[in-house]
């Protein structure tokens, strides 16, 4: 944020305007190569994709995703909502099979199935988004609120005037394993907090 002419205001305890945050996820088996995500958010956007006519929404208007794949891409609205194959013509040529059961109810079905699976007690009732699927993508969408703190993070110089970043410019790389970033420690703070003498998480 420019607090004045080509002065940078710093305001370490609140998000950004905007941000665009790129996570790289490494091969595994169940995907050809890496996979990338590009998080924007602020009004950033992707380019538009080629195969969209000029006068198709992009997304819904304002929020959405673009898959980019090795045969086309595709499509949603906000939160994954509506997806539609590009170019929109090959929605009418291209029929895919329903494979999972959808939830009833849309967003307020998925709350109700989250307490009806508390009532029912831990693996008694079978849920679209369990821990093992939840857990992993929370996990990922907070390693990009940790690339926007390490951001503005400060270290004084050794002269003593003024700060470094050592956030900026670099790669953060996460070992989930160990739930830390391995090449800037100094953005950990922000992954476990350090609690007071009397009180601790068992």
């Given at each position: ?78 939160y994954g909502d509506d ?65 926007v703190r390490g951001y ?32 800037l420690d100094e953005v ?15």
């Open positions: 944020v420019y607090v004045d002419e080509f002065k940078r205001g710093y305001f370490p305890e609140s998000c950004p305007p905007s941000s665009h945050v790129t996570l790289i996820f490494p091969k595994t088996d169940k995907t050809k190569g890496d996979v990338t995500v590009h998080w924007m958010d602020g009004g950033i956007q992707p380019e538009r994709p080629d195969e969209l006519g000029a006068n198709e929404l992009f997304g819904d208007g304002g929020n959405g995703t673009l898959f980019i794949g090795t045969k086309g891409k595709m499509m949603a609205s906000t997806p539609r194959l590009l170019p929109l013509s090959r929605n009418q040529e291209v029929k895919v099979p329903q494979t999972l059961a959808r939830v009833p109810g849309q967003a307020n079905g998925h709350y109700g199935q989250w307490v009806e699976a508390c009532l029912a007690g831990y693996g008694k009732k079978q849920v679209s988004s369990p821990f093992e699927t939840a857990g992993p993508l929370t996990e990922a969408l907070l390693m990009a609120n940790l690339a503005d993070l400060q270290r004084p110089k050794t002269s003593g005037k003024g700060f470094d970043y050592p956030g900026r410019g670099l790669k953060l790389l996460w070992d989930n394993q160990q739930m830390r970033i391995t090449n950990n703070r922000f992954v476990k907090r350090d609690y007071r003498a009397g009180w601790k998480l068992a």
